[in-house]
């Protein structure tokens, strides 16, 4: 099985940064298809990032050139580098993880998940 810890969350002002972390167990973080996926009160939840096993990367429309994922597989974590926050992506941000070859936004794709992070963006 896969444990996942998402770290980073917080409080920050319109125009700030935040960057998320995503601790993962085991000995296979390597081959794990990382993604990060959120959800605001009210709505669903929606894919925001994902990097594959092989570096590959794809991001939703609405945090293209403000959003970068990555990972350390040292480390076994993955990164979610917020700029430029807006009210709008204010939601609890959620570290899944899918033993695919290639990025997904699917969140049924993703047998893995953690307990979640809170980002509240005030204007």
């Known amino acids: 099985q896969v444990q996942l810890v998402e770290s980073g969350g917080g409080l920050v002002q319109a125009g700030g940064s935040l960057r998320l972390s995503c601790a993962a167990s085991?000995?296979?973080?390597?081959?794990?298809?990382m993604g990060w996926f959120r959800q605001a009160p009210g709505k669903e939840r929606e894919f925001v990032a994902g990097?594959?096993?092989?570096?590959?990367?794809s991001y939703a429309d609405s945090v293209k050139g403000r959003f970068t994922i990555s990972r350390d597989n040292a480390k076994n974590t993955v990164y979610l580098q917020m700029n430029s926050l807006k009210p709008e992506d204010t939601a609890v941000y959620y570290c899944?993880?899918?033993?695919?070859?290639?990025?997904?936004?699917?969140?049924?794709?993703?047998?893995?998940w953690g307990q979640g992070t809170q980002v509240t963006v005030s204007s």
């Open positions: 899944a993880a899918a033993r695919a070859r290639n990025t997904t936004p699917r969140a049924d794709e993703y047998a893995y």
């Open positions: 990097i594959s096993w092989s570096y590959a990367t």
């Open positions: 085991g000995r296979t973080f390597n081959i794990l298809n």
